[in-house]
């Protein structure tokens, strides 16, 4: 057996109750074949890869925290710190009731060769709980962020492990959680990113991760002799990032006619394309309903309750929910309507299964640790501007931003065309991701 297989069969077995994490461990190693063959002998030595798959270090607390009635409610708090080897542990915060061990490192995992692709100096880690801020108060969820960082602040720092926000976590949550850091270090550092801009938040961080997938879609259309003008785009979840992609598609030129929630989607034929319409988004989010059929009720579309939106005719399909929320059923219906790109926003919104059915029925597949990585870059740009004690204005973040994208994608292109792996983006974004790590790695000795 090869070192490879070798690998994934201690990992299988090692890790058979952590599904997810072993998913995108099996997408990534083998999808790193023709590098870790060319390096079989060094690798094997170093243990390059058995490094790479056991996080430096994961920590896992009880947060008790008080709800509106008196009542003590008890979740439990992640964070995995992954590698460190290009820079301090970066990686957002989920809270969201399906969240466990295997999510968590699933998404640190992830993080790694994303925050390496985005050329910045920031190591992979990810952190969240099991807390559904669905219908919570305002002040349960400052309840509940400030116990949460009583625990997390023991562990991280502005250049040792800076969090972020992922999904149920935003400007608020932040701003609870810088709160409660300050307050126990009496320190007014860069620990956090996504913060507010009165309190050194960057310009343009939350629009960054849709704004940034778009970019790199412009880059991708182009290669391939194509434009974004004219293009109808099928988008899922309507959250932030969902925002974001929606808002700047409409700027370009494209038009998206979906939009989606846990409880279906909506059909706009003439685009989620207005302001109103694409601020009404916001609007949803803040409300902690999670529905997006109040955008049917507001708009007078049409809603299709318990439905995903992958079976509408469109040019271009971005997910921007959640993970696995295209499997082989939505891929063959998205084969079926002659999509040409499917464009990944949320972290690994395919099964495995479905990415290689598409790629065999001629989709071009854009891998999300590429697409979606403009979020993690504006926050590498917001450390940057904490440690200056100074910020860019909107113009210049948003010029980086572009810039940092269009690097992401002509470097996994030309990584892919390097090992003779054609246009295959997805491949080409995970070696480019990994071979700064491992050089990385290999510089550092045994660690
Ligand atoms: O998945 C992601 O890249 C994020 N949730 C953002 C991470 C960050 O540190 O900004």
Redesign the pocket.
């Known amino acids: 057996m090869s070192y490879l297989n070798d690998v994934l069969a201690m990992a299988e077995k090692k890790y058979a109750d952590q599904p997810e994490f072993l998913q995108t461990v099996k997408e990534v190693l083998e999808s790193l074949e023709p590098v870790i063959t060319k390096n079989e002998e060094l690798y094997k030595k170093e243990a390059i890869l058995e490094r790479l798959i056991e996080p430096d270090r994961q920590i896992i607390f009880r947060v008790p925290w008080v709800d509106d009635n008196g009542q003590i409610r008890v979740n439990t708090g992640y964070r995995v710190q992954f590698n460190s080897s290009i820079g301090p542990y970066?990686?957002?915060l989920r809270f969201h009731p399906s969240v466990n061990l295997s999510i968590i490192k699933f998404?640190g995992f992830e993080?790694t060769f994303?925050n390496s692709l985005t050329s910045l100096p920031m190591g992979g880690g990810k952190g969240g709980s099991d807390f559904d801020p669905t219908g919570k108060s305002d002040r349960e969820v400052m309840a509940f962020c400030q116990r949460f960082m009583t625990e997390l602040a023991k562990y991280i720092g502005p250049d040792t492990d800076v969090p972020?926000?992922?999904i149920g976590v935003g400007a608020r949550e932040i701003g609870y959680l810088f709160g409660q850091y300050k307050r126990l270090r009496d320190e007014f550092t860069g620990v956090l990113?996504?913060k507010g801009i009165p309190y050194g938040g960057s310009l343009i961080r939350p629009e960054a991760t849709g704004f940034g997938a778009v970019y790199y879609a412009v880059e991708m259309l182009k290669y391939f002799g194509d434009d974004i003008k004219g293009k109808t785009f099928a988008v899922s979840g309507f959250g932030n990032v969902a925002w974001g992609t929606v808002k700047k598609i409409t700027e370009l030129g494209g038009k998206v006619v979906t939009i989606s929630g846990p409880d279906g989607y909506i059909y706009d034929p003439d685009g989620v394309s207005t302001p109103e319409k694409i601020d009404y988004m916001l609007e949803m989010r803040a409300s902690c309903r999670n529905k997006v059929q109040d955008y049917a009720d507001k708009f007078g579309v049409q809603f299709f309750p318990g439905e995903k939106p992958w079976g509408v005719q469109v040019d271009i399909v971005m997910p921007c929910a959640t993970q696995n929320e295209v499997g082989m059923a939505e891929a063959e219906k998205i084969v079926a309507n002659g999509v040409k790109y499917y464009v990944e926003v949320s972290?690994m919104p395919t099964t495995n299964e479905a990415v290689a059915y598409l790629k065999a029925n001629g989709v071009i597949v854009a891998p999300s640790k590429a697409v979606?990585a403009g979020?993690?870059s504006v926050?590498g740009l917001e450390m940057s501007q904490n440690s200056m004690r100074y910020s860019w204005s909107a113009e210049e973040v948003d010029e980086k931003l572009k810039g940092i994208m269009k690097n992401i994608f002509d470097n996994s292109i030309k990584a892919a065309h390097e090992y003779d792996l054609g246009d295959d983006l997805v491949s080409g974004a995970n070696i480019a991701g990994f071979i700064k790590v491992v050089n990385a790695m290999l510089a550092h000795g045994a660690c």
Do not use: E
Request: proline share 0%.
């Open positions: 970066k990686g957002g998404l993080q994303k972020a926000g992922d990113t996504g972290n979606n979020g993690v926050s």
